[in-house]
């Protein structure tokens, strides 16, 4: 109980301390509400979705937000528009088509068939098998925009398979090749997070909010190519820094590969609807990368893939309606995305841009874009969600970009974009997948953000030698200006 009433006794108590000079009672009120949310997205003592709908309907009452701080009472008929203004982004609909997507290779078995094969083709060495990991969540990532749901669909229940094979349990030989395992499906997971825009659902949350402070970043293909350098070498790296850093006691053994291709030959011949899948997967993923060329939103093109899923039988338009998961993220980021826009409305980001802005001064735009990404990762660690986090912070370091003298507000907020994914990997609950990694118990609290922190620290530095000057290079083929 207390975790449902601490986000109310936060939100009240912030609005009885005196307004600041330079923001009305109403934008204080606006803050108070919004404050409260990021507590109870947190907290979770109910549904995130719930917990968006409660807040936007509290600001449609109080009609704040859609408007200036300074405006006229609106009518009940504009408040409730503006409320509902984010089910209408296309954004939303490519997070929640991007789900739907993700039923099929998970309906049809193909991600199942995809991770036995690369483990039996991998999986005589404990490295190799790292890299089997990577691999399938690497194929996996453009078209699941949940690293919660790649891992727990398709790689958790082979690893968990796979350790009590040579009597690796939580409380018992961890170390054997249980820690290491689990430790790769994390770690794979968060960097495909950061290779893909559709890799991980708080992605195109982030540009969706960024754009509402009229910085406008990337397409899905000019996010792959800003990537691709650091995107590269973390993902050949993440199974070889594992193997050195935390190291299984197993080196090898053929009866991974064996077991895993039992399996395999078990599912039998590809069925159609897998070959079904695969096709629309393609058709989708050459849509995706030409997006320029072909003259299709992204959003339309995953709508495309779920009309030819329901069409080949791929999924049923039942499925369609009961995926709940894809339902409740769309309610969840559409009440997101406006209540994060009324932050500008009611002028808080303005309010909170002259006040910290000021400290960015004197900086060169290098400086200052690398002292902004290391505050925008390192908060992290007071986030439970990746979601929480990009509505708390993105829209005010969207704002802070633009004060750096000299530095271009699109470079800037697009290096902070590409972080989030591996970032996610410095906490227990920093990412989606995390807490089901965690709580497999194979690594414990204490190492767990030890690792995290280390591997975080490796990427961060990869990312700012290599990441940072590609960037800055590929900017005006992005026509950023």
């Given at each position: 109980m207390w975790k449902l009433f601490l986000p109310i006794v936060i939100a009240i108590a912030f609005y009885f301390i005196p307004t600041p000079e330079g923001l009305s009672n109403n934008s204080w009120l606006y803050l108070s509400i919004f404050i409260g949310l990021i507590i109870g997205l947190m907290l979770e003592p109910i549904p995130p979705a719930l917990i968006g709908v409660i807040a936007i309907t509290l600001v449609v009452i109080f009609k704040i937000g859609p408007v200036g701080s300074d405006k006229s009472i609106i009518s009940d008929g504009m408040a409730i528009k503006w409320g509902l203004s984010g089910f209408s982004d296309s954004v939303v609909w490519l997070i929640f088509s991007a789900f739907t997507i993700g039923l099929g290779f998970s309906k049809t078995g193909l991600g199942e068939r995809i991770a036995l094969y690369l483990v039996s083709k991998l999986g005589k060495s404990t490295l190799g098998l790292g890299y089997a990991i990577c691999i399938v969540d690497f194929i996996l990532a453009p078209f699941i925009p949940s690293n919660a749901a790649r891992s727990g669909g398709t790689v958790y229940p082979i690893v968990t398979n796979i350790a009590p094979m040579f009597e690796s349990y939580p409380d018992k030989n961890s170390r054997k090749i249980g820690s290491y395992l689990v430790w790769m499906g994390l770690a794979s997971s968060c960097v495909t997070s950061s290779i893909f825009l559709t890799g991980q659902a708080p992605n195109p949350l982030a540009l969706s909010l960024i754009s509402k402070n009229g910085i406008e970043v990337v397409d899905w293909l000019g996010w792959f190519l800003s990537f691709l350098p650091v995107g590269i070498i973390i993902f050949i790296l993440t199974p070889l820094l594992g193997y050195f850093i935390y190291p299984p006691e197993i080196k090898g053994s053929k009866e991974i590969a064996q077991w895993s291709n039992e399996k395999y030959k078990a599912l039998g011949k590809m069925d159609k609807k897998q070959i079904y899948m695969i096709i629309v997967a393609l058709i989708g993923l050459i849509l995706w990368v030409g997006a320029s060329f072909f003259k299709i939103n992204a959003t339309t093109t995953a709508l495309i893939m779920i009309i030819l899923m329901i069409s080949l039988k791929i999924i049923t338009w039942q499925d369609f309606l009961s995926n709940k998961s894809a339902w409740n993220t769309l309610i969840w980021f559409a009440t997101l995305i406006t209540l994060a826009s009324g932050l500008?409305?009611?002028?808080?980001?303005?309010?909170?841009?002259?006040?910290?802005?000021?400290?960015?001064?004197?900086?060169?735009?290098?400086?200052?874009?690398?002292?902004?990404?290391?505050?925008?990762?390192?908060?992290?660690?007071?986030?439970?969600?990746?979601?929480?986090?990009?509505?708390?912070?993105?829209?005010?370091?969207?704002?802070?970009?633009?004060?750096?003298?000299?530095?271009?507000?699109?470079?800037?907020?697009?290096?902070?974009?590409?972080?989030?994914?591996?970032?996610?990997?410095?906490?227990?609950?920093?990412?989606?997948?995390?807490?089901?990694?965690?709580?497999?118990?194979?690594?414990?609290?204490?190492?767990?953000?030890?690792?995290?922190?280390?591997?975080?620290?490796?990427?961060?530095?990869?990312?700012?030698?290599?990441?940072?000057?590609w960037i800055k290079f590929i900017s005006s083929y992005l026509n950023f200006h």
């Open positions: 500008k409305n009611m002028g808080i980001l303005d309010f909170l841009t002259n006040n910290l802005g000021k400290h960015l001064l004197g900086f060169s735009p290098l400086f200052a874009s690398i002292l902004l990404l290391l505050l925008f990762s390192w908060l992290r660690y007071f986030f439970a969600s990746g979601t929480a986090y990009v509505t708390a912070i993105i829209a005010i370091f969207a704002s802070l970009a633009g004060q750096i003298q000299g530095a271009n507000a699109q470079e800037v907020m697009l290096i902070l974009a590409l972080s989030m994914g591996f970032m996610g990997i410095i906490t227990p609950y920093g990412t989606g997948c995390s807490p089901l990694w965690f709580g497999s118990g194979y690594v414990k609290g204490a190492k767990f953000f030890l690792l995290g922190g280390i591997f975080a620290f490796v990427y961060l530095a990869i990312y700012i030698i290599i990441g940072i000057p």
